[in-house]
């Protein structure tokens, strides 16, 4: 079985700074691992994953998250944060054998002009 | 190109009743998952169909149950409705069973019972 831990609840960021949304997880065996957002009043929609290779992933919108196997940790950052990047992130896990994911609890990034 | 498409978008039930919500998956993908997301928590996994079958399931009890349809759609079924079952109901949908590629998610069916 898997879990995941999204240490922050909440996230206030001023616009242009940059932000980090932290994420660790529990398995015991090998891991894919996402990032979703969602904003009001939608479903969940994928910002990046990482499956194997290079343990820093990237979005087309400027996200990045990097694999820490050693540390357990799934870390999502963005340089400079827009107020339309406002919404509620969501990390998750899933075993390489499955689909069914594990999710956290979730962080709301509230970002503030 | 449509998405993944759920309906109705809101109901409200009352409690001991029965209800099913309905699931369209994205064009080209033959696997439906299911997720139970109650306020201010992540979403939970409760079942998924592939080949019209059970393949895998969460932690909920037998009251939910499911169905998929020949042409992939499908639907979630709960029967004697708690004030617990309140939540977003979410539909996912991927091309194969395993891991990796990503699900894409409906808007969900908000249910709320009174």
């Known amino acids: 079985a898997q879990s995941v831990t999204q240490l922050d609840s909440q996230v206030p960021v001023f616009e242009e700074a940059p932000v980090e949304l932290r994420c660790n997880y529990s398995?015991?065996?090998?891991?894919?691992l996402f990032w979703y957002v969602q904003y009001p009043n939608q479903g969940l929609q994928l910002l990046l994953k990482?499956?194997?290779?290079?343990?820093l992933v990237e979005s087309i919108n400027g996200f990045e998250a990097e694999f820490n196997k050693s540390q357990t940790s799934f870390h999502l950052r963005k340089p400079s944060v827009h107020i339309s990047d406002t919404a509620e992130y969501f990390c998750?896990?899933?075993?390489?054998?499955?689909?069914?994911?594990?999710f956290g609890s979730g962080t709301r990034l509230q970002v503030q002009p | 190109d449509a998405g993944v498409t759920q309906s109705p978008t809101h109901l409200i039930k009352t409690r001991g009743q029965q209800v099913t919500l309905r699931c369209s998956p994205k064009?080209?993908?033959?696997?439906v998952s299911w997720y139970q997301q109650a306020l201010g928590q992540g979403p939970q996994f409760i079942f998924q169909?592939?080949?019209?079958?059970?393949?895998q399931r969460g932690n909920f009890p037998d009251r939910f149950s499911g169905h998929q349809f020949p042409n992939y759609s499908s639907e979630l079924n709960v029967n004697a409705l708690l004030l617990g079952d309140s939540a977003l109901y979410l539909c996912?949908?991927?091309?194969?069973?395993?891991?990796?590629?990503?699900?894409?998610f409906g808007n969900g069916t908000r249910l709320t019972v009174t």
């Open positions: 990482y499956l194997s290779g290079s343990t």
């Open positions: 169909y592939y080949e019209e079958e059970e393949r």
């Open positions: 064009s080209g993908h033959d696997t």
């Open positions: 998750a896990v899933s075993d390489t054998g499955r689909r069914a994911l594990t």
């Open positions: 398995s015991s065996v090998s891991v894919y």
């Open positions: 996912a949908s991927s091309l194969g069973q395993r891991g990796g590629s990503p699900l894409h």
